[in-house]
């Protein structure tokens, strides 16, 4: 759905061609997120389709010039309008990762948290290089000022998904250990359930922060 009203919003500043709307998407993104030139053509026969851009002019569809029609702007205007749906999460390879890690025979978790702490954190260091040659360029026009927003998000995602491995390992430290010492056997009562923003217990703690000192040490 992003693509079909980030085509839309670039229509809204004059006709384009499908081309010109590839670049120009990729442009505004940083190619964060490339798009397959077949992926436009499809997309724009939809458009139109709903009536939300109009042909102009003749041709075949990649010498075609689309215009965005008053039904496509009103739809443009109310997706500017709309909140972003949380509700409905997009599977996350990650987290159904280390879900079905959990309880596998044979798989370590705490290894697979450490390999993705490392390739998050290198992912991280590249998004915040960028970030410095952003700042330093300028930015002068909003393609620059609109890569500059996209290379944010992308940082603090990665920080956050760092703070989320750090809780995951906590968490998994605590559940080892509740488990030698015979939590949640048959007969007994479990204690509290923590919360995500429960502080981990003291051995959690300082196991997660030796693992991340051991990442990040030069």
């Given at each position: 759905m992003s693509i079909r009203y980030g085509l839309l919003a670039l229509l809204e500043s004059g006709p384009r061609y499908g081309s010109q709307l590839r670049t120009e998407f990729e442009s505004r993104t940083g190619a964060t997120w490339p798009l397959n030139i077949g992926q436009?053509?499809?997309?724009l026969q939809r458009l139109e389709r709903d009536g939300?851009?109009?042909?102009?002019?003749?041709?075949?569809?990649?010498?075609?010039?689309?215009?965005?029609?008053?039904?496509?702007?009103?739809?443009?205007?109310?997706?500017?309008?709309?909140?972003?749906?949380?509700?409905?999460?997009?599977r996350d390879e990650l987290a159904i990762k280390l879900a079905m890690a959990v309880g596998t025979p044979g798989v370590d978790v705490s290894e697979i948290i450490q390999a993705q702490r490392r390739h998050t954190l290198t992912a991280m260091q590249g998004y915040t290089r960028l970030k410095a040659r952003a700042l330093a360029a300028g930015p002068d026009t909003s393609d620059e000022m609109a890569w500059l927003l996209v290379l944010e998000q992308l940082i603090f995602f990665a920080e956050a998904e760092n703070r989320w491995l750090d809780h995951c390992e906590a968490r998994l430290v605590r559940y080892a250990k509740d488990r030698r010492g015979g939590v949640g056997a048959a007969g007994t009562r479990p204690g509290p359930t923590a919360g995500p923003d429960d502080p981990p217990d003291e051995a959690a703690d300082h196991a997660t922060t030796a693992a991340r000192r051991s990442e990040t040490a030069p």
């Open positions: 436009v053509y499809t997309t939300l851009i109009t042909p102009e002019g003749g041709g075949d569809a990649k010498q075609q010039l689309y215009a965005i029609t008053d039904t496509g702007r009103r739809e443009l205007g109310e997706w500017f309008a709309r909140p972003v749906d949380r509700t409905q999460p997009a």
